[in-house]
Each structure stands twice: as C-alpha cells, then as structure tokens.
Nanobody, 124 residues
Framework: VQLQASGGGLVQAGDSLRLSCAAS????????VGWFRQAPGKEREFVAA????????YYADSVKGRFTISRDSAKNTIYLQMNSLKPEDTAVYYC??????????????????WGRGTLVTVSS
C-alpha cells in the first residue's frame, strides 16, 4: 500500500483543519492506520490511529476531544479532523499503516508504511 497525505496548511489558533490519507495500490483492510506528527527539533509522536476492520480508535491524550480519526471504506481514505487547533499542534503530520498489535499502536516503529508528511502550522 502507498499512502498520500494531504490537507495541511496555515491556520489560526482555534481553527479547524481536516487531513486526508489515501491508499493506493492496495487497501487498508488488514491494517491499522495512524497519524503521527513531528515538530521541529522533536521526536515523531503518536496522534491517533484506527484499526481499519474493527473501527477501534485511539488518541494521544494531547488531542483527545479535539481531533477525530475516521475512515471512508469506499474511498479507501482516512481522515483526521482537527478542531480547536493550538500553536503546539504545529508539526509535519504523517499517516502510516501497518499490521500493528494494540500494545504498540502508539509506536512509530510498529508501522512499516509511511506517507509523505503534510505541514500544519497554527499561528497564535
């Protein structure tokens, strides 16, 4: 599966943004698909994930209640709806896929397919 993330941009604090991650050459059907982000000078961190077949979702504490991950099976695409954005959400956002067990769902190393990132900048 190849991944293509899109939807980043420059927004103000409090605004919303929706990121998309589309799969090509295959489907997400057997995968866990996640969003990670990396701010300048920081390590890549987990944001959210969805187990495609079951629909179970997982969130980092820092985004819980503000971000929503969802999937569209017909379009083979996952979305990250980001509301109430904060300057600390500024980062390059990556989508990733892998056959991930629940205990490692927040580990970047558990995912073996990565898309190119999309930059989200939140101004104060």
């Amino acid at each position: 599966v190849q991944l293509q993330a899109s939807g980043g941009g420059l927004v103000q604090a409090g605004d919303s943004l929706r990121l998309s991650c589309a799969a090509s050459r295959s489907t997400f059907s057997s995968y866990t698909v996640g969003w990670f982000r990396q701010a300048p000078g920081k390590e890549r961190e987990f944001v959210a994930a969805v187990r495609w077949s079951a629909g179970n979702t997982y969130y980092a504490d820092s985004v819980k209640g503000r971000f929503t991950i969802s999937r569209d099976s017909a379009k083979n695409t996952i979305y990250l709806q980001m509301n109430s954005l904060k300057p600390e959400d500024t980062a390059v956002y990556y989508c990733a896929a892998g056959q991930v067990i629940v205990t490692t769902i927040r580990w970047p190393s558990a995912y073996h397919k990565w898309g190119r990132g999309t930059l989200v900048t939140v101004s104060s």
